[in-house]
T-cell receptor, first 114, second 113 residues
Framework: DTEVTQTPKHLVMGMTNKKSLKCEQH?????MYWYKQKAKKPPELMFV???????INESVPSRFSPECPNSSLLNLHLHALQPEDSALYLC?????????????FGSGTRLTVV | QQQVKQSPQSLIVQKGGISIINCAYE??????FPWYQQFPGKGPALLIA?????SEKKEGRFTISFNKSAKQFSLHIMDSQPGDSATYFC????????????FGPGTRLSVLP
């Protein structure tokens, strides 16, 4: 299995809602990432998990809350989002050490905040 | 030091033509240079990648040329097809990890039929 699977593919939520994005990989990668991508821009790093521990938080607002229940799963919990948070949210994974083969990205969740 | 520059911002090519996208970097610690292809509404997909000990790598219609001394690398798409129309991101990294993975700003390629 060489894929990163993200669900849901599309999500529309109100500013008072709570929702979660899910990401799963079975490549044995021990580093997992959340990225946010706005239209016509490259992905921006939000969070990095290494061996299920949060290692990097790129000054992301607390309305985004990541969770890594195990080495294959990554969640992003959303609460009280703003319309400007509407974007494509990408999960990625990589080998945490050893030969560098870059990242494998999921197809993303298109989030619209209304 | 961590920036990767990419040009052009957009590119229009006729079917069958050659598409060329250029990238430049500053940090000589980078040791892996992937190119990602992204279609609208989809995540970036690894297209081809090169390491600095090689000057050229070819996979099908896609070729990376790498100039270590100039700190530049480029993607050539031969016999460009309408299905190649997408946004292309070059990237650079010197480990598998987080903040050391740097994307270029992207090139939007349109291949006209």
């Amino acid at each position: 299995d060489t894929e990163v699977t993200q669900t849901p593919k599309h999500l529309v939520m109100g500013m008072t809602n709570k929702k979660s994005l899910k990401c799963e990989q079975h490549m044995g990668h021990r580093a997992m990432y959340w990225y946010k991508q706005k239209a016509k821009k490259p992905p921006e790093l939000m969070f990095v998990y290494s061996y299920e521990k949060l290692s990097i938080n790129e000054s992301v607002p607390s309305r985004f809350s990541p969770e890594c229940p195990n080495s294959s799963l990554l969640n992003l919990h959303l609460h009280a989002l703003q319309p400007e948070d509407s974007a494509l949210y990408l999960c990625a994974s990589s080998q945490e050490s050893g030969v560098n083969y870059g990242y494998t990205f999921g197809s993303g969740t298109r989030l619209t905040v209304v | 030091q961590q920036q990767v520059k990419q040009s052009p911002q957009s590119l229009i090519v006729q079917k069958g033509g050659i598409s060329i996208i250029n990238c430049a970097y500053e940090n000589t610690a980078f040791d892996y240079f992937p190119w990602y292809q992204q279609f609208p509404g989809k995540g970036p997909a690894l297209l081809i990648a090169i390491r600095p000990d090689v000057s050229e790598k070819k996979e099908g219609r896609f070729t990376i040329s790498f100039n270590k001394s100039a700190k530049q690398f480029s993607l050539h798409i031969m016999d460009s097809q309408p299905g190649d129309s997408a946004t292309y991101f070059c990237a650079a990294t010197f480990d598998n990890y987080g903040q050391n993975f740097v994307f270029g700003p992207g090139t939007r390629l349109s291949v006209l039929p």
